[in-house]
């Protein structure tokens, strides 16, 4: 694709990728694209398969390297779940969440929740460097 004919995302993600001293090649930034175009909770191989239905030629390594890549440089929080699920955060703000063990999906917990319990009873001096709860929940049968 050239340049001239980019969708404002892909324009927008080459933006994002180059101020976080990410060089902006072609697939990354197709899958910031996906990546960031919504707050949204997705596992690598969610990522490779939107990538492969969108037309995006990539390989599930490029999806793995670009995704660590992305972690490395602030742009997403990995959210370990369970020894066989992780998940990429594009929200990168203090926030928990909830796990549908049932359905294999993360959600957002409300923001307010983090704050009270978090941010304003830090020990003085100190900030959040990151948040890492996770509440698994089950479908009531």
């Known amino acids: 694709m050239e340049s001239g004919s980019m969708s404002p995302v892909v324009q927008d993600a080459r933006e994002h990728l180059s101020r976080a001293g990410i060089y902006p090649t ?3 930034r197709a899958l910031a694209g996906i990546l960031f175009d919504r707050h949204q909770h997705l596992t690598a191989d969610q990522v490779f398969e939107k990538a492969r239905s969108k037309g ?3 390989s599930r390594a490029t999806v793995y390297n670009t995704l660590n890549l992305f972690v490395e ?3 997403l929080r990995e959210i370990f779940v369970n020894a066989t699920h992780t ?3 594009s929200n990168i703000h203090p926030h928990f969440h909830f796990y549908n063990v ?3 999906c ?3 917990m409300d923001g307010r929740i983090a704050d009270d319990l978090i941010l304003h009873k830090l020990p003085h001096g100190t900030v959040v460097e990151g948040v890492d709860v996770v ?3 089950r479908n009531h049968s």
Request: glycine share 10%; proline share 0%.
């Open 26 to 28: 072609s697939q990354r």
């Open 56 to 58: 995006i030629r990539v």
């Open 73 to 75: 440089k602030g742009l």
């Open 87 to 89: 998940f990429y955060d």
């Open 102 to 104: 049932d359905e294999g």
């Open 106 to 108: 993360l959600t957002d």
């Open 135 to 137: 509440v698994r929940v």
